[in-house]
């Protein structure tokens, strides 16, 4: 396979190292229009070719990846879609739902295949949690919170929201098979222009609440998610390298009302269980899952399906942010390929036939 | 002194407890309903006297401390401060505004004194942090998040806010001078018919925003308060006894703006301070600042305003879940005691002359 | 039942507070030579009574328990078996083997009770792992390390090792059934002219192999023994609150050598399991125990022999200490309790029938 | 600069990599007698070239870098000597002090740097420690004590105390200005027939102890070092990313002497100190000390003479394990080069004027 990256400057390197480690492709170029990227690329990956013009680089390659600033991969992505070339563009899809709807009909009419970097779908930790939730380890889930926060670098193209709540969403979308029916999210902008710091509330059908805090301005690195489940609990910290995952058997239940309607409440704590869990990169794991879509055609896990939807989250999220916290409805999507996904949210939480 | 304990069931032993352990009381009397309570507190502090009514415990103690369920605080204290007895309510003071105006004012016609439980503005280590806001090591403070949770004891006469929420309420008094302008919150009943997780964004004067994240369902305990101001950072971890606060020397900072209007952010990164604490248990510290009061008929540090204010706080916050997450504002307190307290509001931060 | 404490000044009181919760109690007495120690205790446990020599704490009591510094430990509980009455004393038993014979002799020909304070015994933990080893859960245990550090009190009467390893050795005892057949230590007087710091290495039947590591000057608290066997490890860390116990499923192989000799190894690594465990503080376990053996005249498990044993395997570590390292022996006992034990040794790991 | 590496299996990719990212060769050369490793290396770093001798090798090349099994150190590193070349060799410099010590009248003779890859040497951690040392933030050190420990991968061709003590004495070298006087060492060979488990006692001028333990055994990764100094204390977790060292103002102190010579001891409490530490990579740290020394022909930190002094030690470790834990005295260097050293000691601990 020959595949090119567009955009070495942050994330592109990450692609490029990863491409090289499967050892699958014959030929591997790169376009950016920054000359320093790619003077670094050039020094650090000597084997990557440069393409002059983002045209020379879709007609040299089957397949072109997309590692810019969020406003510019729906041209990107739309060039090379035009071209019948399979195109992976890092996540947000896009920075509109509008133009993410667009991408998906472009990709449906030229038959091209359209992958979105939700990396953390491809992460072992992630789907272990997705088996728990499935086979119903956890019972019912009562709520779900995230914290995602870091001292980070506030990036210029888009908010905290759309840079770091955008994994949280493609996540709990992996999990419950949805995204939320509405949001109430509030945000502030504590240095410079942008939004750096935000919590938002999503409600999912079946009753699942999410909470979700991200930040640019924290004083340690948080990767910390917590399932409350009738049954169980998880506790799923990211910046762990061992025991990512702890499956606590712990619980409160209500029990049957007493005479006089006094209820009651037991709690229950057992074994707190951390699986193995394989420690390939996820990264790896979609570049390689990425050719895999290449090479057969196949539709990705993470395609632009999936991609829409969290663009329609996150839109919903910041137009609330806008609204001052009132909660804000996700429209309900009007794509084609929506139907063939009622399948998979058949297998999520709550779908008990 | 002749020192009372009304309530002995859950908490009121503690306060037993450390009213022996200052050694200043003469006698020490409890009185509760509940038979099997006032067993076990006679086993275990057999020099406790037992009074067979309130007006009995009222009439042999200069001052009586109030640990039984909330709906309960008003009447009782009232009857204590009727017959001019210095009185200590746990927190938090009542279930409503209202009956805590009422506390203070007659309070104040009886001039008896009347303390509020708030126990952590006795901990070293929020009154270290208080230091750090004042003396502006922190600069100016751009949000607080809080997280306050653990598989807890569902109370049954409060919710979680009540319960857990007025400690942080207090401690945000404490180091802000303030109570939030407003308050947005959601929050769920998720096990029983109690809410029993919620989360609630705080508007304070000078911009200062706090979330807090309080839960009975939790599958560790976390007691994890962050600070981030425009000089340093500090995270106040409470369940450490070790280490409970690190100022950390980091931080972010938008530069002045280049030409065209490119604003450049820069990052700090330096060292992590630990101060020495003291480890004395807050609640004897607070048990001394009470006997002190009784003494001296000095105004406590947690006094009756407090406790009022932090009941008005609270108010919002449940009924802004009541009304879905809409902001509520925090009704300015009438009350004749607050001019007193602009003094302590002038020491906090933002309060710069 | 009547209990006697002879010794309330630091550990004395914790025995009287346990005596207390168990509620099993008729009349509890206690003697001390220092008054501010009896002061403290007559402030804080009023109902206990005090008795003006030892003479009177053993004819009003049905058993004594001895908390006193340990030069003080033989001649004591042999005042107490000469009056037939149940004794517990306090770990190490005595300062030599020979004073330990002595009384085990004694305890033989009065019928009496002798019970030593190897509190570890009664933990959840350490229990849990003995299933681990009996059933083999382990495998072949290659050895064992333990740190038990802290900046702690350095004791006047005895130094780190007969402070500190002495826990160690007991859960060693308890756990392999046997101490170890030959010690090599070294120790050094850092401040003051008690050993402070020492290390231990420890040989046991079967191959197994112990170091243990205490120390009075460390910066931080440590309580972590590891087990490494042949099919799992287990890491034991005493100063966790949850999760006291990591069972990993993690190990490495010799594998059958190949043509030419050539050896390999396989590495595992698996789930990581954290046991429920009851959390009922170990010195309360070990209070009850000692009122039933009070009650039943049963043979405590951590009788006399178990205090020998200890005590033998401490003396031939500070031999070895004095001579620089150089392995020391452990004499066999001669002790005609003896026999009784092997059964338990059956059941120890590396026994296979 | 053109420079070579020979051995690319395990650790010469790492060197690759470094050499590549100071961007200051104009050309990399490497060697390998494994063609599956060549082949690694030829795809992950295509701008490498590929010798196919050793000869070829040191023909071609200014310097050359030995990242082979310790056996073959002494031969590679005599023949890129002889040929004058700069030369630095992976720790431990050679398996024996008496190979060590040809090397370096080589290396004098033929007036060629001889550089070791104690890497640990130019990790900011470790610099800082030397700081703390040097001033007498520590007062005077009462000990050390080191655990490095994993589920390490075994090594053929080594012990683990010729793998990972080599790295505590190079830096307990660097901290104290010399190595061991004598040493006292206990291994087992668990798995395999290497020792794979084994702890040191090692004495140094001025009255320091260190204790060391290294494994391959390990359930979880331990780098932990801490140093106990009259004055303070140091926690130094190599395995932190944050934090990595901690200084504590804690301590203990023996008073006068009062009347009748009762001792008294004082315990101290204060901050913990985490410094800020520049994160660049130590083996870029070193890589980057290693090509100056080419380009200028100083000699480096860590030189031949530090590389024999370590050897020194280990060979006195592992004959005190062959001699079951006796004592074992370091040769006193004989070295032309050894007088120079005498300027470092005397800066470091207890060498007070």
Sequence with gaps: MKVGVVGVGYWGPNLLRNLIETNRCSELWCYDLCSSASAKVRHRFPCVRFATSLQELIGRCDAVMVA????????????????????????????????AEELLQLAERRRAVLMVGHTFIYSPAVRKIREYIDNRTLGDIYFISAS????GLHRKDVNVVWDLAAHDLSILYYWLGAIPLRVAALGRACVGRMVDVASLHCEFPEGVVANIEVSWLAPCKLRRT??????????YDDTQTDEKIKLLDRGVKLEEPQSFGEYQLTYRTGDVLSPFLDITEPVFL??????????????????????LKVVTALEAACESIDKNGAFVETSPSTSACAPRRAERARHA???NP
């Design 226 to 235: 917590v399932l409350i489940g009738s049954e169980r609990m998880v506790l």
């Design 68 to 99: 810019t600033p969020v406003e510019t991969h729906a041209p990107l992505a739309r060039a090379i879609l035009d071209a019948g070339r399979t195109v992976f563009v890092e996540k947000p899809l896009t920075n509109s739902s509008q133009k």
């Design 349 to 351: 939480i709550g779908a």
């Design 148 to 151: 995602r926060v870091n001292l």
């Design 286 to 307: 979609q570049t390689r899952h990425f050719l895999d879509c290449v090479e057969t055609g196949a539709r990705p896990e993470t395609d632009g399906f999936v991609g």
